[in-house]
């Protein structure tokens, strides 16, 4: 832009073609400056303030026209002496705006290359100015973090000493356990156990030097380790996990919590220690439902049915119900199928429950009580039904010995053949006198507890075909 008006300075003639031809170069010159410009002006310049850029050309433009313009004049009056408008100032002006757009973009484009150099730097940055920002509650950080540090350092110390102290007074410990550790306090408990339920067929004693053993005797005093028989055996062993589940003064020192797992421990057993066995793992269910001991979780395995039913007997303690699974063989593999209730029912048991108001038909009701009562007075008890008929007068009696026709060894009386109607008003007289039996027989116990009425007691269930309920779930 510089060299358009020199060009014109250099030509010093007055010659016309001469000065068309400056003219022309002239106007060739300010045509190409000012449509680069235009392309600058009009393309997408982030860092180039166009605005002031537009004001710049404007007056580049203006200045070039006025320069074109005299020298026109001067083609039509040659000896006329013209001077040109100076666009220097101009010009550089427009430079130094298009020069410093330029060098915005060449730090925008170096930035761009070392990106991850100045996020660095930037993020140093940052720092900088948030410690300086933060540096008073920084240093009082400071002063709490040595304080703590301290602290630390001394906790520490105490620490260290008290395990130190502790090893050494665990160490005591086992020498003064080995000292008094002995078998006969486990020796009384289990014997203590046996006598409260009238077992006297062996007791233990202790043996050994310093009494450090067991033996088992018989009730003379004499050894019974060669005569025990397996169910002996068996129960021996039950009552010394029974008492080792609580713990003794031995080095173990077992005092946490406990589940307690029952795999089918009557085994060989008669039924009065069944029944002992039975009893003795309720307490620990009790303990568990209660919440109150160190066993947590009971778990008893078995496949004797009359074990689960006298296991599983309940009085409706408070605390969790529990929960019933039976493992089956399905192809091969074991399945875990659970039950909401007890699934393990006897044929005697379905029967009352047909007895009860939620089950009861009044088509079939006369052949349940009747086989209720052959089942528990005849099966069980060995009653002359004579005796019970008795008992009743009118047309209880009737319906007495009508309930108790099947009692003579499974023969029939002639009421059997009698139809009668089974409307409810009779049903009821039929429960009314099933219930009276019970009652004037003195077993009003095992009606209230077979009907789930408060107050039954656990007078025994006879035995007969077993039935599993439906399952609920399967694992």
């Known amino acids: 832009m510089d060299g358009l008006n020199s060009y014109f300075d250099e030509t010093y003639n007055n010659d016309v073609s001469q000065l068309r031809r400056i003219h022309a170069g002239y106007d060739d010159n300010a045509k190409r400056t000012l449509q680069l410009l235009a392309t600058i002006k009009h393309n997408e310049y982030e860092h180039l303030d166009k605005s002031e850029l537009a004001r710049r050309v404007e007056r580049l433009d203006k200045l070039l026209g006025q320069n074109l313009d005299l020298l026109v004049k001067k083609i039509s009056e040659p000896s006329a002496s ?13 430079l130094e705006l298009i020069r410093q757009a330029n060098a915005k973009i ?82 009384s408990a289990i014997n203590s156990t046996l006598a409260s339920f009238g077992f006297s067929s062996f007791q233990l004693a202790t043996a050994g030097e310093k009494g ?41 020192g077992i005092n946490g919590d406990r589940i307690v797992i029952f795999d089918d421990p009557i085994s060989s057993l008669d039924s009065d220690v069944l029944f002992i066995v039975s009893t003795l793992i309720k ?88 086989r209720i009562l052959e089942n528990y007075f005849t099966i069980l008890g060995g009653k002359d039904k004579n005796l019970i008929i008795a008992l009743f007068d009118g047309q209880e009696k009737m319906i007495a010995n009508s309930l108790l026709s099947w009692l003579h060894d499974g023969s029939h009386s002639v009421l059997d053949d009698i139809s009668i109607s089974a409307d409810n008003d009779l049903v009821e007289r039929y429960l009314d006198v099933f219930k009276k039996i019970f009652v004037k027989s003195n077993h009003e116990a095992h009606y209230n507890m077979m009907m789930g009425i408060e107050g039954g007691d656990s007078t025994s269930v006879p035995q007969a075909d077993n039935y599993i309920e439906p399952a609920e779930q399967v694992v």
């Open 82 to 94: 013209i001077q040109l408008k100076p666009i220097a100032e101009t010009s550089d002006a427009v």
């Open 283 to 370: 307490e620990f269910v009790r303990e568990a439902k209660g919440r109150n001991g160190q066993v947590k979780q009971v778990i008893t395995l078995t496949h004797n049915i009359y074990f689960h039913k006298e296991v599983s007997f309940s009085n409706n303690e408070k605390g969790p119900a529990p929960t019933y699974w039976v493992v089956k063989k399905v192809g091969g593999h074991s399945q875990i199928v659970g039950y909401p209730n007890n699934p393990i029912r006897t044929s005697y048991q379905l029967l009352w429950d047909q007895v009860k108001p939620e089950q009861r038909s009044n088509a079939t009701i006369q052949n349940v009580l009747r």
């Open 212 to 252: 450090s053993r067991y033996k088992i005797v018989r009730k003379d005093g004499s050894d019974a380790a060669l005569t025990l028989s397996e169910g002996e055996k068996s129960f021996i062993i039950f009552l010394y996990f029974y008492h080792s589940i609580r713990g003794s003064l031995t080095e173990s």
């Open 106 to 187: 060449a730090a925008h484009n170096e930035l761009i290359v070392n990106q991850a150099q100045e996020q660095a730097k930037l993020k140093a940055q940052i720092w900088k100015y948030i410690v300086e920002e933060s540096r008073t509650e920084i240093n009082k950080l400071k002063g709490k973090e040595t304080g703590l540090k301290k602290a630390i350092e001394s906790l520490s110390t105490q620490i260290k000493a008290k395990e130190s102290q502790e090893a050494e007074l665990r160490g005591e410990l086992r020498e003064l356990e080995k000292s008094i550790t002995s078998v006969e306090p486990t020796v």
